[in-house]
């Protein structure tokens, strides 16, 4: 068994804290483009071009999102052998 540094698991726990941040400002982003759709009258008679790069981006940041978590949970997957 291998024997781990108290400067081993406070690195990844910086790791994991900063991973955490990186999926909660996704979702901050997600949040904001949703309230837009709720609050806006007419959202969907904007252009399709302004349509097809709004959910693009909404796309982009849920990909994000997931990517992130889960390079997150390999990670402590890989801590946890």
Same mark, same amino acid.
């Given at each position: 068994?291998?024997?781990? *540094?108290?400067?081993?698991?406070? $690195?990844?726990?910086? !790791?994991?804290? /900063? $991973? !955490?941040?990186? #999926? /909660?400002?996704?979702?901050?982003?997600? /949040?904001? @483009?949703?309230?837009? #759709? @709720?609050?806006?009258?007419?959202? =969907?008679?904007? *252009? /399709?071009? $302004?349509?097809?790069? =709004?959910? *693009? #981006? #909404?796309?982009?940041?849920?990909?994000?999102?997931?990517?992130?978590?889960?390079? *997150? @949970?390999?990670?402590?997957?890989? !801590?946890?052998?």
């Amino acid at each position: 068994m291998a024997i781990i *540094s108290i400067f081993d698991f406070w $690195t990844f726990i910086n !790791q994991q804290i /900063e $991973t !955490q941040e990186q #999926v /909660e400002t996704c979702l901050w982003k997600l /949040e904001a @483009l949703i309230t837009v #759709v @709720l609050t806006t009258n007419n959202f =969907y008679d904007l *252009s /399709e071009w $302004t349509l097809h790069n =709004y959910f *693009s #981006v #909404v796309g982009d940041l849920i990909e994000e999102a997931v990517k992130v978590n889960q390079m *997150s @949970l390999n990670d402590l997957l890989q !801590q946890g052998r």
